[in-house]
């Protein structure tokens, strides 16, 4: 199949708190340390795109971008390829394009945007890789508790959750994928 291609779903905040950079950049270390090829949204700067980004390059990695066109004032110009679309969903068609794996940071809407529309491919069967969600600093759990909440009052099903793995580590997010 060839090399490796990740996903990942994050932020694109200048005003990321120090954790979550930290740990942004030394994810995309990791990614780049495995050998495979780090796909973002192609945001730069302080953004969890860019730092992750960042990092994949410190490390040796292949990055690549899927950006939108209004944004291009904010593309990380050090990426190995860039790619400019004109709408969301040719955006998102990017990213999911020949991915092996996908990586859902924290994030805002467009994050969440980006996670649940992976997560109703997979449960129609149109798109079958591995996803995690990172669950860095508890950030997720409101969320995984409104999952819970659902499938209590049985408006969703418990097998949403099993398009998902948690992880809440650098560490423990890579080693699920290799």
Same mark, same amino acid.
């Given at each position: ?6 996903? &990942? ?8 708190? %120090? ?5 942004? *950049?030394?994810?995309?270390?990791? =990614?780049?340390?495995? @050998?495979? !090829? ?28 899927? =950006?939108?066109?209004?944004? !291009? ?15 969301? %969903? ?6 999911? /394009? ?7 940071? %924290? @994030? ?5 945007? *980006?996670?649940? *529309? ?11 890789? %591995? =996803?995690?969600?990172?669950?860095? *600093? ?14 209590? /009052? ?5 097998? =949403?959750?099993? &398009? ?15």
């Amino acid at each position: 199949m060839g090399r490796k291609i990740v996903t &990942l779903f994050g932020g694109s905040s200048q005003k990321l708190s %120090p954790s979550f950079g930290n740990a942004a *950049e030394k994810l995309g270390q990791e =990614i780049a340390r495995q @050998g495979w !090829t780090l796909r973002t949204g192609g945001g730069k700067g302080k953004s969890v795109m860019g730092r992750v980004s960042d990092g994949a390059r410190e490390g040796g990695g292949r990055t690549e971008g899927v =950006i939108l066109e209004r944004f !291009t004032r904010v593309r990380h110009d050090g990426l190995d390829s860039m790619k400019t679309v004109p709408t969301y %969903p040719k955006r998102k068609a990017g990213l999911l /394009k020949n991915v092996s794996a996908i990586i859902v940071f %924290p @994030g805002g809407i467009g994050t969440m945007d *980006e996670w649940f *529309e992976t997560l109703a491919l997979k449960q129609a069967g149109f798109l079958s890789v %591995p =996803i995690v969600l990172f669950n860095l *600093e508890k950030f997720y759990d409101p969320i995984l508790a409104w999952l819970r909440e659902a499938e209590k /009052k049985k408006i969703s099903s418990p097998e =949403i959750r099993k &398009l998902f793995h948690t992880t809440r580590t650098v560490r423990s997010t890579v080693s699920y994928l290799k």
